[in-house]
């Protein structure tokens, strides 16, 4: 099956400072892969997502990069503010099975 | 758009207690997948239903069991509660391609005493 490691597991930055959370996938097959922030007692919620096809995405603050040959991929949040702050889970899709990473807890630091 | 929504919202139950939980999808949405999310850690998948039919499973029992609809909603069945099912279950919504964002509620929190 599919492997997801996700890195750092906590992340504290400076409000307006960026911020990179990177994950790695071991199955080439796996060809979508969405990044959700998940909120205390909430469920996750879709911030962005890349297919296989497209190595760079951006929406507004917010930018995924993908690397297929190193079967990597990375979320980059500029100017963080403080609403920013929660659990960003990356997740790498097969099928229509999503494999998550171990989530990274982001905390800006007004 | 109501989106996914879930009932109930937090259940405490018995070991040894069956358990059903409930998922409507998002408007349009005719696939729905269930996770499985104990405390600090990524979802893990529990099974998918599309057209009334369970299309993919997860490394989990038989114990966990699941239901489609005609108007697409599901639900998630567990027999025999165990204190490690205690977690946050989510229910996601999408269409059936491989491709394609999928949308989840908010998630039913199931203790087990």
């Known amino acids: 099956g599919e492997n997801v490691e996700q890195h750092p597991s906590t992340l504290s930055v400076q409000e307006g400072d960026s911020a990179v959370i990177k994950c790695t996938y071991s199955?080439?097959?796996?060809?979508?892969f969405p990044w959700y922030k998940q909120e205390l007692g909430k469920g996750p919620q879709l911030i962005i997502d890349?297919?296989?096809?497209?190595g760079e995405k951006k929406d507004q603050r917010i930018a995924v990069t993908l690397n297929k040959t190193a079967k990597h991929f990375s979320l980059h949040i500029t100017e963080t503010q403080p609403e920013d702050s929660a659990v960003y889970f990356c997740a790498a899709s097969k099928g229509n099975q999503f494999y998550f990473g171990t989530g990274t807890s982001l905390t800006v630091i007004p | 758009d109501a989106g996914v929504t879930q009932s109930p919202t937090h259940l405490i139950k018995t070991r040894g207690q069956q358990v059903t939980l409930r998922c409507s999808p998002k408007s349009g949405h005719d696939t729905v997948s269930w996770y499985q999310q104990a405390l600090g850690q990524g979802p893990q998948f529990i099974f998918q239903?599309?057209?009334?039919?369970?299309?993919q499973r997860g490394n989990f029992p038989d114990r966990f069991s699941g239901h489609q609809f005609p108007n697409y909603s599901s639900e998630l069945n567990v027999n025999a509660l165990l204190l490690g099912d205690s977690a946050l279950y989510l229910c996601?919504?999408?269409?059936?391609?491989?491709?394609?964002?999928?949308?989840f509620g908010q998630g039913t929190r199931l203790t087990v005493v």
């Open positions: 890349i297919r296989s096809n497209v």
């Open positions: 199955d080439s097959a796996s060809n979508y």
């Open positions: 239903y599309y057209e009334e039919e369970e299309r």
């Open positions: 996601a919504s999408s269409f059936p391609t491989g491709d394609t964002e999928a949308f």
